[in-house]
C-alpha cells in the first residue's frame, strides 16, 4: 500500500468515525430535544405566571428554545454533510423511493 492510500484510508476511517458521532448525536437530539422544549416550556409558563418578573422568564423561554432548536439542527447538517461525503444514502430516502414505487 503506498503512503498515498494509506492517507486516504486513514482520511476516510476519520471521516467515518465523525459520521457515527455525528449520528448518534442526532439520534439523541431527535429523542430529548423535542422532549426538553416541551418541559422547558412547562416550567417556564410557570415560573412566568408564579413570579412578579414575566418578561425576564419569557426571554429565557424563547432563547432556550431557540439554542435547543439550534442544537437539533446543526446535529441533523453535520450527519448529513459526514453521509454526502461518504456516499452514504439517507435512511429516509429508501423509504421515499418505496413509497413512489407504491403509488
Request: glycine share 2%; charged share 35%.
Given at each position: ?18 459520521y ?8 439523541k ?75
Amino acid at each position: 500500500m503506498s503512503e498515498n492510500q494509506s492517507k486516504e484510508r486513514l482520511t476516510y476511517l476519520k471521516i467515518k468515525e465523525e459520521y457515527e458521532n455525528a449520528k448518534e448525536k442526532r439520534l439523541k437530539y431527535k429523542r430529548f430535544g423535542a422532549l426538553f422544549i416541551i418541559i422547558s416550556g412547562i416550567i417556564f409558563l410557570t415560573l412566568m405566571f408564579s413570579v412578579d418578573n414575566k418578561i425576564a422568564f419569557l426571554i429565557l423561554w424563547v432563547i432556550t428554545d431557540f439554542y435547543c432548536a439550534a442544537l437539533m439542527i446543526r446535529a441533523d447538517y453535520k450527519y448529513h454533510k459526514y453521509a454526502e461525503y461518504l456516499g452514504i444514502e439517507d435512511e429516509y430516502a429508501n423509504y421515499k423511493k418505496d413509497e413512489e414505487k407504491e403509488e
